[in-house]
Nanobody, 124 residues
């Protein structure tokens, strides 16, 4: 069974930085696009950044210039480096990935997987 596990969240002061990690585990054949989303209290989940298997990236306008997404394909891990954090960045951050798992029937079509979320709080 494929799982995504995030780590690296926490409490940080405005202007501070954090690095989130998300490791995929299980019987994995291939990981396609990976990304980070966030959901603040009372708001809908929104896209933060994505990174393709090739390394091509895209970012939400609200975080452009303050966030860098990267991945280590050998470790099945995606990272989110955040700097100059603002109180409005406070949210639960979720990892997302399109993964083709290996099954007893062989390789299957990619499915969308989510991590359990990690809390990021920006406050003085």
């Amino acid at each position: 069974q494929v799982q995504l596990v995030e780590s690296g969240g926490g409490l940080v002061q405005p202007g501070g930085s954090l690095r989130l990690s998300c490791a995929a585990s299980g019987s994995i054949f291939r990981i396609y696009v990976m990304g980070w989303y966030r959901q603040a209290p009372g708001k809908q989940r929104e896209l933060v950044a994505t990174i393709a298997e090739s390394g091509s990236t895209s970012y939400a306008t609200s975080v452009t210039g303050r966030v860098v997404i990267s991945r280590d394909n050998a470790k099945n891990t995606v990272y989110l480096q955040m700097i100059s954090l603002k109180p409005e960045d406070t949210a639960v951050y979720y990892c997302n990935a399109a993964i083709s798992p290996r099954t007893a029937q062989g390789v299957t079509a990619p499915s969308n997987y989510w991590g359990q979320g990690t809390q990021v709080t920006v406050s003085s």
